[in-house]
Each structure stands twice: as C-alpha cells, then as structure tokens.
C-alpha cells in the first residue's frame, strides 16, 4: 500500500489546515492510519490514530482538543483537521498505516507498516 499525504502549508498560528491520507492502489481494509510528525532537530512523534474497522482514535495530550481525526469510508480517506494551530506544531507531517492495529499498538511508531511521503505544516507566529 502506498499512502499519499497532502494538504500542509504555510498558516499563522491560531489558523486551521486538514490533512489528507489515501491509499493509491488499495484500501484501508482493517488497519490503523496514524499520522506523525517530525519537526527539525527532533525525533518523529505521534500525534493522533483511528482505527479503520471501528472508529476508536488515539491522540497525544498536545494536540487533544486542537486536532480531529476522523475516516471517510466511501473516499477511503483519514483527514487530520488541525485548529488553534501553533508555531511549535511546525513540523512535517506523514500518515502511515498499521496493518495489525491491536489498541496496544496504534501510538507506537515501529507498528506502522506503510508510510506517506510526508506533507510540511508551518505555522508562523
């Protein structure tokens, strides 16, 4: 599965940006989309997961009530709608997939199988 992320850009903090995630050439089936995120200097980190199959979603502290992630079956897409945006959520973002999503194992960044190219969100102060 080759996962396209896009929808990042340039945005002055309290703006809002979604991001996008698909499939090309196949489906989310049963797995977990998470998107990460990288900033300069830094280690990559989790910022939200849902699990196709049911819906059920994990979100780091930082983003909770700021960021939405939510799926589209019929598009076959998961979106991350990113409000009150902030300069430190400067960072590149990427989607990825995990094909066996057990809840255990949707934050942990070595369970993700499938990898976007990744997408930059910069928010300036």
């Known amino acids: 599965v080759q996962l396209q992320a896009f929808g990042g850009g340039l945005v002055q903090a309290g703006g809002s940006l979604r991001l996008s995630c698909a499939p090309s050439?196949?489906?989310?089936?049963?797995?977990?989309v998470g998107w990460f995120r990288q900033a300069p200097g830094l280690e990559r980190e989790f910022v939200a997961s849902i699990r196709w199959s049911d819906g059920n979603i994990k979100v780091v502290d930082s983003v909770k009530g700021r960021f939405t992630i939510s799926r589209d079956k019929p598009k076959n897409t998961v979106y991350l709608q990113m409000e009150s945006l902030k300069p430190e959520d400067t960072a590149v973002y990427y989607c990825a997939a995990n094909r066996f999503p057990i809840l255990g194992t949707m934050k942990t960044m070595r369970a993700y199988d499938y990898w976007g190219q990744g997408t930059q969100v910069t928010v300036s102060s």
């Open positions: 050439g196949g489906t989310f089936r049963e797995y977990a």
